[in-house]
């Protein structure tokens, strides 16, 4: 059982380069997220989806979008890539019950640096 | 809306010593509660969680929280640090809307 699976681990991206961070979970979870991790602020909510099809913003989703044409992936693309963006990238799944979600399974982690 | 406060962004405990790290939070609807642990260089993993029932909840590793509605709070204790305990903990809450509220961390520091 992988879990949640998020590739690549590392990535130096120029200013201006595109991207797209993956994101895979084998245990038939509505609830997908991304999140970035910055020193001091926590975990930051990008983007969200409660079902294939069903995507959401979340409190910095500015420069980023998202799709989720199946329950298992959850790819995130960086459009443009900014210094700003250098952070670290957290891709995390979950049931819902209601409007609550349930534990939520985090991938290791991507570590992104934009110059 | 709902949202987590963690005071403190740094706790620095004796080995031996209660680990006490706060969690205040807010909800508009009953919330379920978590705390997750962050080891250096690794994800998020769960520690334990409240959703309904038993306000006192026992987790991983010897860590427990109690579930307090008047108080707003969820803090997470530790009868005796030891020194694996060091990483950093997050408070997170889920309410009304379909997403997860992280608060800012704390990181413990065990000092032997």
């Known amino acids: 059982n992988a879990g949640v699976t998020q590739t690549p681990k590392f990535q130096v991206l120029k200013t201006g380069q595109s991207m797209t961070l993956q994101c895979a979970q084998d245990?038939?979870?509505?609830?997908m997220s991304w999140y970035r991790q910055d020193p001091g602020m926590g975990l930051r909510l990008i983007h969200y989806?409660?079902?294939?099809?069903?995507?959401d913003q979340g409190e910095v989703p500015n420069g980023y979008n998202v799709s989720r044409s199946t329950t298992e992936d959850f790819p995130l693309r960086l459009l443009s890539a900014a210094p700003s963006q250098t952070s670290v990238y957290f891709c995390?799944?979950?049931?819902?019950?209601?409007?609550?979600?349930?534990?939520?399974?985090f991938g290791q982690g991507t570590r992104l640096t934009v110059v | 809306a709902q949202s987590v406060t963690q005071l403190g962004s740094h706790v620095s405990v004796s080995e031996g010593a209660l680990v006490l790290l706060r969690c205040n939070y807010s909800?508009?609807?009953?919330?379920?509660l978590f705390w997750y642990v962050q080891y250096p260089n690794q994800g998020l993993q769960l520690l334990l969680k409240?959703?309904?029932?038993?306000?006192l909840v026992k987790g991983i590793n010897g860590f427990e929280a109690e579930f307090k509605k008047s108080e707003t709070s969820f803090h997470l204790t530790k009868p005796s640090a030891h020194m694996s305990d060091a990483a950093e903990y997050f408070c997170?809450?889920?309410?009304?809307?379909?997403?997860?509220?992280f608060g800012t961390g704390t990181k413990l520091q065990v000092i032997p």
């Open positions: 245990m038939n979870h509505e609830y």
């Open positions: 989806s409660v079902g294939a099809g069903i995507t």
């Open positions: 909800s508009s609807v009953p919330p379920y």
């Open positions: 997170a809450v889920t309410g009304g809307y379909q997403k997860v509220t």
């Open positions: 409240y959703t309904t029932g038993a306000t």
């Open positions: 995390a799944s979950s049931f819902l019950t209601g409007t609550r979600n349930t534990e939520a399974f």
